[in-house]
């Protein structure tokens, strides 16, 4: 019983130290915003993007850059504040290919601080819900009042005890704020206009082929659930089952791993080490607690970046002292507030160079990425010629809602460590897709016609796409970088996904298995 204890310990307090490492993991400025004009979808008759145009997706990543990223700039890209038109390649597929099933991960929406800043107001900021307030959505209105009949839905222990919408009108600590939710209301919506068209889930879907989890906080339940809302627009309650994740690893009943806990320590000792060195930094700290009248260590502890960056996406002035304190005068400025993100950013750099954050990635994601591997495998076969159907069908759309702690390691455990740091309502996604079967007629027609498929397939082999905030990445990830494929090769075939989660990501680690891996000794 201590040892179990000691071992759940381990876990939150590793959650909280990463969520501050967190911040350190940030805008990396290697994944494009739109995709190359070159490559535009072509229109299918029934209206659904099927086909591509062009001859490469090479070109997903735009070329480096010698000009050091602006750490303003990148903070703003963080924000991701709901006020353009967004274009993303979920969806898209070569023509005639079948989808299968689809797989989302995402962080959830913007948030009031996790902490606050001695001696200064906090940011003023409304989370109650208005459509007469921007930013806003068409779905607003109807998403807070389907909210409303939320007791009909099912739900695991305790998310059946947080409120379904964010309802103070002082933002608490941590808080999802309207911004968040219609972040949230559009990325859903945005992937139910991408999937429409291809019969993901038919209008009479069961709960078996929904699942849905979220960790228990409130920014993370409500989040999935603008999200699912925008996806399923008044979806029937009595068919969803919300079910909790208690870590934010999303691990399951397989979080146990103590080579894991390792790496995370030694990650925070290279942070410590590299911070404490840049002196630039240690004067910006002395100068801002100067100008507030406090302590260099206190306000270091009160995370200052994490208040500074709400009130940056909320075009909110920054925090100036409160009137009435002595021996302090002035607001914080964008200055200070650049030097702490490009301390951020040259970190960002090191974390790569070291390499023990990607060994710690591997083994925190493997239990989320081989559960979605086992899941992709089943519907898969379910697939095939012969099978019989399963009853109520196979699980064809999971969305997981957690943080950025849980999309951070995600990302660098596929192998895409040179993507930007997850941004507020970034999402990650999973699409499976299966060639067409080729007739016989179509086959001999082809062959006199000297044609090749396009595709570069096998009839019915499945493939997988792998998609970071609407941007295609499949051939970036460690399991299909070095795939040799025809320039015509749009997908990554599944196969190498499943080796991958079940064999190769283990060889970063010096093993063979999750097991081995975690209660292999040090040294």
């Not at 310990?9 to 969520?19: F, H, K, R, S, T």
């Not at 879907?205 to 699942?211: E, I, K, L």
């Not at 240690?282 to 801002?288: G, Q």
């Not at 925090?319 to 970190?347: E, Y």
Request: net charge positive.
């Amino acid at each position: 019983m201590l040892a179990r204890n000691r071992f759940l310990l381990l876990v939150v307090v590793g959650g909280a130290a990463l969520a501050v490492l967190s911040f350190s993991l940030q805008f990396l400025n290697l994944i494009s915003t739109t995709p190359m004009l070159d490559e535009q979808p072509v229109q299918a008759v029934d209206g659904g993007f099927r086909a591509f145009q062009g001859k490469s997706r090479k070109r997903v990543f735009p070329v480096h850059h010698t000009q050091e990223p602006d750490p303003i700039f990148e903070a703003y890209s963080y924000c991701n504040t709901p006020n353009h038109t967004e274009q993303a390649w979920e969806g898209h597929s070569p023509a005639d290919y079948k989808l299968l099933s689809v797989h989302v991960m995402i962080r959830h929406g913007d948030r009031y601080p996790l902490y606050s800043i001695p001696k200064t107001k906090r940011p003023s900021i409304d989370c109650t819900l208005s459509a007469s307030r921007q930013p806003s959505h068409p779905l607003l209105n109807p998403f807070i009042n389907h909210m409303d009949q939320g007791t009909r839905g099912h739900w695991e222990s305790p998310l059946g005890s947080i409120s379904r919408l964010p309802n103070h009108s002082v933002c608490e600590m941590g808080e999802l704020t309207q911004t968040g939710v219609v972040q949230h209301l559009r990325n859903g919506q945005l992937l139910h206009h991408a999937y429409k068209h291809h019969s993901l889930l038919p209008s009479d879907w069961s709960p078996r082929q929904v699942w849905m989890e979220s960790t228990g906080k409130s920014r993370t339940l409500q989040s999935g659930m603008a999200f699912l809302y925008g996806f399923l627009p008044n979806f029937d309650w009595t068919k969803v089952t919300v079910r909790h994740q208690w870590s934010t690893l999303f691990c399951g009943s397989a979080c146990e791993c103590p080579a894991r806990n390792r790496y995370l320590e030694e990650e925070q000792r290279r942070q410590y080490r590299l911070r404490v060195a840049d002196s630039n930094l240690e004067r910006t700290y002395v100068e801002m607690a100067r100008t507030l009248g406090v302590l260099t260590r206190q306000l270091r502890a009160a995370n200052p970046i994490d208040s500074l960056l709400c009130h940056l996406c909320h075009s909110l002035s920054f925090p100036c002292v409160l009137s009435g304190n002595s021996g302090a005068d002035g607001c914080l400025t964008m200055a200070q507030f650049a030097v702490i993100r490009q301390q951020q950013l040259d970190d960002e750099v090191d974390r790569r160079r070291v390499g023990v954050y990607r060994k710690y990635a591997i083994l925190a994601m493997y239990p989320y990425l081989n559960r979605t591997a086992n899941k992709m495998e089943r519907v898969a076969k379910a697939t095939e010629a012969g099978r019989q159907p399963r009853l109520n069908g196979e699980e064809v759309f999971t969305l997981s809602s957690g943080h950025d702690v849980t999309m951070a390691p995600l990302l660098s455990a596929l192998g895409l460590e040179e993507a930007k740091f997850p941004r507020f309502a970034a999402r990650i996604v999973f699409e499976m897709w299966k060639s067409p079967h080729t007739t016989q007629g179509q086959a001999k027609n082809r062959a006199g016609k000297g044609e090749r498929s396009k595709s570069n397939s096998k009839d019915g082999e499945v493939f997988i796409r792998v998609l970071y905030n609407g941007e295609d990445v499949t051939f970036h990830t460690a399991f299909c970088r070095s795939n040799e494929r025809h320039i015509s090769q749009l997908l990554c075939p599944l196969k190498n996904f499943l080796t991958f989660v079940r064999k190769d990501m283990f060889t970063i680690v010096n093993a063979t298995s999750y097991k081995e891996a975690c209660y292999k000794q040090s040294g």
